[in-house]
């Protein structure tokens, strides 16, 4: 983050699923609830705060101040609270506001919180949430660029009958375009999503933690080939907050012995390329940011958080993230070399496949997991000497990638 160095003190995070009983209010207040404790902090020596949503506008018809209204009634007033939205990149788009503000030295120590509720009543409300994910302008426009992008006429993909996001047509265009570049396979991408599903089995913050093997996912119901329901993130309930620091502001808190350093958090978007131009991909563009503001190559990172909205996902990430060959990165699934045990673990949580997706809280869940980690505290899914994580955190659509990215590097 340059000169000033900057430190996750504190990190909280609900469980992770559908949950019609609880509000945005009583999500945010657990999850900022276990941050403070955490971190040895109260809500008065907050200086600042930021408040990441997509859907409760659309859903409540709470626009415009979300975080005043989450927040105000856990004791924050008087502070700076802004609110965020970035498609799925939300949490991290307010993690990497929140450290340039440190940076900046207008404050030593801030709040960032991530929420949504998104389950509701009505299935079909709560996936037109992600209609708005893309330029609605050009919906026929983009349809057609997918089309193109996965080298199949319409006829051929099998659908399902069931109403489901449009991202995961979105993502199966990027799987089938993957197949016809690499030679990839279904049955790679069912192997990541075995993978998560059995890291998951040890997160009890995890929608779901039930293993599947491989054949099983093959054989689940078809979403939009390749992808088979288990291969696919779900609807999901849930916050994640973090205590962010400077170093003056740690030594205030007396929080020091169990911060984690975040090294880079870094922002992009998309840019004009060729479709089937990999090598300038968002995340591979953003990535590499990242590790020359860390002064971190690939070859030290330890463990990764990625954004598996689907299991093709993490495949792309893998290898924007130079933790796999371009083109590999569904064979280092299939051969174990992302699992628990394998040379560099991915997505140990379980991933948004497994513990799920809110889409305002994931990339501060994809933090906690990752300060967990680094700490030595996550148990039988913990990654044996973890010194040095990625976060990868990707939202939207523009054009044949992700209209937004940030990655963040993090070290012990």
Known sequence: MGAKPIFVAGVGMTTFGIDLARSVKDLTRQAVAEALVDAHCTASQIEAAWFANTSQGS?????MIRGQVALRPLGFSGIPISNVENACA???????EAANYLKSGAADIVLVVGVEKLSHPDRARSLAVFDAGWDVGLAEQNREVLLALGGMDEQLLPTSAARRSVFMDVYAAF??????LYGSTQEQFAAVAAKNHMHSVHNERAQYRRPYSVEEILADRPIAWPLTLPMCAPVSDGAAAAIVCTEAGLIRLGATSRAIELRACVLGTSVERDPDDLDHHIGRVTALKAFEASSIGSEDID??????????????QVENLGLAPRGLGGMAALQGQTALGGRTPVNPSGGLESKGHPIGAT????????VTQLRGEAGLRQVEGAKVGVAENGGGLWGVEEAVCVVSVLSR
Not at 90 to 96: C, D, G, H, R, V
């Open 59 to 63: 859903l409540e018809g709470q626009h």
């Open 90 to 96: 939300s949490a991290s788009t307010a993690l990497f």
């Open 175 to 180: 799987a089938r375009q993957h197949m016809r």
């Open 303 to 316: 463990v990764a958080e990625v954004h598996d909205a689907t299991a093709v996902g993490e495949v792309i």
């Open 363 to 370: 990339g501060l869940a994809q933090l906690f997991e990752l």
